[in-house]
C-alpha cells in the first residue's frame, strides 16, 4: 500500500494527536501528585489512550501516520514537560520503531498494532530520564522541600524503578489495546466509521 | 495617520518558545528565569491583555507560597507537590511565551508565516489542527457531562473508581465519534477554501520577518547568554 497522506488524513493527525496529548496530560498530572507511583503515570495513561490509538490507526492505515502522530505528538509534549535533548531523542527513536512495526503488518494486523502501541506507549520515559540524567540538579532543586522529600525522591531514582515502571507501562499498554478493539468492535465498526 | 503597531512575526514567537526552554533545564537557580517571564509579560501587558496577566500571577505567586510554606506544611502536602512544583517550575516560562503567541498572533497569522518559509503541508496542518482542537475537546466534555446527567451517568472520581472500564467507555465513544465528524467536516471546508491544492495559496495579511524580528532573536540570545555566563561567577 503505497497511498499518500491526503488532506483528510492530516486532519486526522491533529485531531487524534490534540485528543492524545489532552487525555495524557490529564492523567500524568492526577498520578503525578502521588510522588511514589510518578514513574508509573505513563503506564496509567496507556491504559486509556489504547483507543484512540487503535482508532486512530485503522482510520488513517496509511504509512507515515504514525510516525507523524508521533513526532507532533512527542515534540508538543517534549515543549512542554521537559525541554531536554533526551526527550527528542528517545521519544523519536521509539515512534520509529512503533511506525515500523505497524506497517510489517499493513496497518491491519491487530497483533502487529498492539506491538506497536506497546512499542508507542514508551514515550514518555524521555521525560524521565531527565530525573536520570539530571538527578544532582533535581535533588538539589527539591532540598527546600525538606530531607525527607529528598531521601524519598533519592530512593525513587533508581534503576529497579525504571524497569518496573517499564515493564508496568508494556502490560498496561497491552491491555489497553485489547480495550480499545472492544470498543471498536461494539461501537464504531457497527456505525462504520473504525 | 494611525500608530503602527508594533508586531513580531509568529515565526519569532515560536523561537521564543523553544529558546526560553534552554535556561529553564540548564540552570537550577530559578531567580536567572525572572527576566524571561518578565519580558513576556511585558508582551502581554504592551497587547493590552491583562486578564492574561493577573491569572500568570496568580498560578505563580501561588506556587511561589506553596514553596516558602513548605517547610510548616506537613509532610504529606509536601510529598504531594513536591514533584507538582518542581515540574512547574520549569514550564512556567515556557507557559509565558505560549500565551504570547496564542493571545497575540491568529491561527490564520501562524499558517501564513509558516507557509512563508515553504513548510510543507504535513507539518502545518496537523500542527494548527492541534491547537485548534484543544478548545474543542473541552467544550465537548462539558457537553457530553451534561447530556449524560440527564440519563444518571456521573462521571465523578467516584464513579471512576468503581466502574473504570463503563465510565470511560460512556466519556470515549461520544467524544470520539464528534471528534471524527467534525474532522470530516473541516476537511470539506477546507478543501473548499482550496488547501491542498496545487498552487501556492495568495493572502491578504502582510506577514513578513522584518528587522525587528531579527533584533528580538538576537537580543533573546544574548539574554540567555548573559545568564549563563552570570550563573558560572
Known sequence: MKEKMEIKDLISVGIFGAIYLAIFMI?????????????????????FLGTIYMLFVSRTGKKYSILMMGVLIVTIMGLMMGGLWTVFVFGYGVVIIAEIIASIGNYKSFKLNTLSYMVFALFPFGVYSAFWVMKDQMLEMSKPYGDIYVTTLEKLINPTTLIYAIIATLICAMIGSLIGKKILKKHFEKAGIA | ?????????????????????????????????????????????????????????????FLNIIKLLTPILPTVLVHMFGTLIISFEMFLPFIAYGMVLIKTSSINEVAISLDNINAPNFIIIPLLVLFRFFPTIREEKNAISESMKL???????????????????????????????TGEELTVASLTRGLGGEEKRTYIKDVKFKFIDVLAISLFILLIWICFKMKGM
Not at chain 2, 540552570?27 to 493590552?48: D, E, Q, S, T
Not at chain 2, 472520581?157 to 470515549?172: S, V
Request: glycine content about 6%.
Open chain 1, 27 to 47: 492523567s500524568i498530572t492526577v498520578v503525578g501528585m502521588v510522588p511514589k507511583i510518578y514513574f508509573f503515570a505513563g503506564a496509567v495513561s496507556s491504559l
Open chain 2, 151 to 181: 440519563r444518571g451517568v456521573n462521571f465523578g472520581f467516584k464513579n471512576f473508581i468503581i466502574h473504570p472500564y463503563r465510565t470511560m467507555e460512556f466519556m470515549y465513544v461520544p467524544m470520539l465519534f464528534v471528534l471524527v465528524k
Open chain 2, 1 to 61: 495617520m494611525e500608530k503602527v503597531k508594533l508586531k513580531l512575526d509568529p515565526k519569532t514567537k515560536i523561537l521564543m518558545c523553544i529558546l526560553v526552554n534552554i535556561p529553564a533545564y540548564g540552570i537550577a537557580n530559578k531567580n536567572f528565569l525572572l527576566p524571561f517571564i518578565f519580558i513576556a509579560l511585558g508582551m502581554l501587558f504592551y497587547n493590552k491583555l491583562y486578564r492574561q496577566i493577573m491569572n500568570y500571577l496568580i498560578i505563580y505567586s
